[in-house]
Nanobody, 119 residues
Framework: QVQLVESGGGLVQPGGSLRLSCAAS????????MGWYRQAPGKERELVARIIMGGSTRYVDAVKGRFTISRDNAKNTVYLQMNSLKPEDTAVYYC?????????????WGKGTLVTVSS
């Protein structure tokens, strides 16, 4: 069983920054890709950013140029640096890890960390 533990959420003013961390219980090289999702009140969970283990990254249009996903292989940790935060970024942010074998796509999730952007 894979454990993903998020941290770094909190209350920040509009225009501020936060860095989220996702620590995995196993080597992140065991995953095909990892990502950050978010879910705002009354809305569906959406993909925010994804990093493929080869190094390429993808972002939802709403966060391009403001958020950066990165990883530290030695620490088995993936980060989400969030700059120029807006009230509409308020959500619970979840870490996701995907493993693919010959017959299955396995998704593991963290429990989430709350980000609140408000003055």
């Amino acid at each position: 069983q894979v454990q993903l533990v998020e941290s770094g959420g909190g209350l920040v003013q509009p225009g501020g920054s936060l860095r989220l961390s996702c620590a995995a219980s196993r080597s992140i090289f065991s995953f095909d890709n990892m990502g950050w999702y978010r879910q705002a009140p009354g809305k569906e969970r959406e993909l925010v950013a994804r990093i493929i283990m080869g190094g390429s990254t993808r972002y939802v249009d709403a966060v391009k140029g403001r958020f950066t996903i990165s990883r530290d292989n030695a620490k088995n940790t993936v980060y989400l640096q969030m700059n120029s935060l807006k009230p509409e970024d308020t959500a619970v942010y979840y870490c996701n890890a995907v493993r693919v074998d010959a017959t299955n796509v396995i998704n593991d999730w963290g429990k989430g960390t709350l980000v609140t952007v408000s003055s």
